[in-house]
């Protein structure tokens, strides 16, 4: 709990650190964008709360040498794969003019890092047919590329409300954390709590009042993280499932998957332009009907709030049996099909009007 406890209170300072910056001469560190279809904040807020998680985890990374200096030099080096992708999301909080390819090519250059530094390449995916394909080196590798960057962009995608993907992430790292202390790898659990933590003190800011928001770097750096973990906890320990990260992050993997569908096959558009059509937007608009159409920033603040617990709800649903059942295939394996067809049932319900009733939140 020493790496949790110091990378919170270290994310917790830096966060106030920022929010007084920018509220005194950092305007390029400001979200002044309110229309957009993807902006759901009242006000100008601070878009580089990223940062603080970084800084947080880097230096609580830094404290860990101190008591285990094998694993926290592993995690380091994690940290360090990491900058490109966080350095390009960062980019383009601070200028906005960062495009989706080259934000892309940096984390394409994250994941080319850990590869070479670390290993970092998918060993199996306990699928019978599909394994033998795995052994040869550089389709596992390519796998691995695309694995790592559906799982960072996810995140992103998911950040889309206060609190949001900082919850889902953070129980998603305690989880694997969880299961980490269960087969005995430290490096794991420790890099699993110095992430979580620097989360949750950025969340003391983040939510429900959204006076700082984590941004591209922030999500870029969190699920590049959380994407790297992943692989490493099966990599490291054969018994892991396979199928354990796969239900672990069924929610932000399966948004992802259904957005490109939703934008290259029914919209024929390009998958990388922003829509207001995901999950999180439509229960904002449809099923949270806490002051529908008011102007007032603060009603409008409250609302945003109570969107997140909604997905809270749903990604604890598939987090909670993954980490029960960490080592058995044929349960997460259908457990997150059971998860796509519940996720596509709610979303065509939600999409033609047809919301449950005890969904609905009014005031």
């Not at 259908?334 to 969904?359: A, D, E, G, H, N």
Request: some cysteine.
């Amino acid at each position: 709990m020493f790496s949790f406890s110091v990378s919170l209170l270290l994310s917790l300072v830096v966060s106030v650190l920022i929010l007084r910056w920018a509220s005194r001469r950092g305007l390029m560190a400001m979200d002044h964008d309110l229309e957009s279809v993807q902006k759901m904040h009242a006000r100008p807020v601070p878009r580089i709360g990223g940062l603080a998680v970084f800084i947080a985890a880097s230096i609580g990374t830094a404290l860990i040498a101190t008591r285990d200096p094998a694993n926290a030099a592993r995690i380091g080096l994690l940290c360090a794969c990491a900058i490109p992708a966080f350095a390009g999301g960062l980019a383009e909080d601070l200028t906005k003019r960062i495009t989706p390819w080259r934000r892309m090519a940096c984390m394409a250059l994250s994941c080319g890092l850990a590869f070479w530094t670390m290993d970092l390449v998918i060993p199996r995916v306990d699928i019978e047919w599909l394994d033998p394909l795995i052994a040869w080196k550089p389709f596992a590798i390519v796998l691995t590329l695309m694995a790592l960057l559906a799982v960072t962009n996810a995140i992103n995608i998911i950040d889309g409300f206060n609190g949001l993907a900082g919850v889902v992430c953070s129980i998603m790292f305690l989880a694997l954390g969880y299961v980490g202390l269960k087969v005995g790898d430290a490096m794991v659990v420790s890099a699993s709590l110095v992430m979580s933590g620097s989360i949750i003190g950025f969340l003391v800011w983040n939510y429900p009042r959204g006076h700082i928001l984590m941004g591209d770097g922030g999500a870029y750096f969190v699920g590049f993280m959380l994407g790297a973990l992943s692989i490493l906890i099966v990599a490291r320990n054969p018994s892991v499932s396979a199928w354990f990260p796969v239900l672990l992050m069924a929610y932000p993997l399966v948004e992802i998957a259904f957005s490109v569908y939703r934008r290259r096959v029914l919209r024929g558009t390009d998958p990388h332009l922003p829509d207001a059509a995901h999950l999180h937007q439509l229960i904002f608009r449809r099923v949270v009907r806490w002051a529908v159409g008011a102007s007032d920033p603060d009603a409008r603040t409250v609302r945003n709030a109570l969107t997140a617990p909604y997905l809270w709800v749903l990604s604890s649903l598939t987090v909670a049996p993954a980490a029960l059942w960490y080592d058995r295939t044929p349960v997460l394996a259908s457990l997150f099909v059971v998860f796509c067809v519940s996720y596509v049932w709610l979303y065509f319900r939600i999409v033609r009007l047809k919301v449950p009733r005890w969904m609905v939140f009014k005031r």
